[in-house]
């Protein structure tokens, strides 16, 4: 199962980057989405979350900066960036996630179906 992603780049504190995920059909209607990043030296930890009906979950440290969103004509999700700061440079990596029947709640590996092959966002100060 293949998640394309798209939509890494290099930009300056502040700036802005959309990150992009589509997924097979089956996959984008079977599953929730989200997204993971891994930084220089440290473990992969999850950012956002997506479910089918459209309620989002997003890590503290990413609250009012990035908005998860999906397009579902297009089986895609994309990841908006807002306000980046240097600590944001990492891996991001798209994932297919086993739905929370209690709502979506940050995405964990464990929960994790499929991955993406990620695409790497560089914030320089």
């Known amino acids: 199962v293949q998640l394309v992603e798209s939509g890494g780049g290099s930009v300056q504190a502040g700036g802005s980057l959309r990150l992009s995920c589509t997924a097979p059909g089956y996959v984008y209607k079977s599953f929730c989405m989200g997204w993971f990043r891994q930084g220089p030296g440290t473990e992969r930890e999850g950012v956002a979350t997506?479910?089918?009906?459209?309620?989002?979950y997003y890590a503290d440290f990413v609250k009012g900066r990035f908005s998860i969103s999906k397009d579902d004509a297009k089986n895609t999700v994309y990841l908006e960036m807002n306000t980046l700061k240097p600590e944001d440079t990492a891996e991001y990596y798209c994932a297919a996630l086993y739905c929370d029947p209690r709502g979506p709640t940050l995405p964990t590996i464990p929960s994790v179906a499929y991955w993406g092959q990620g695409t790497q966002v560089t914030v320089s100060s």
């Open positions: 997506i479910n089918k009906g459209g309620h989002t």
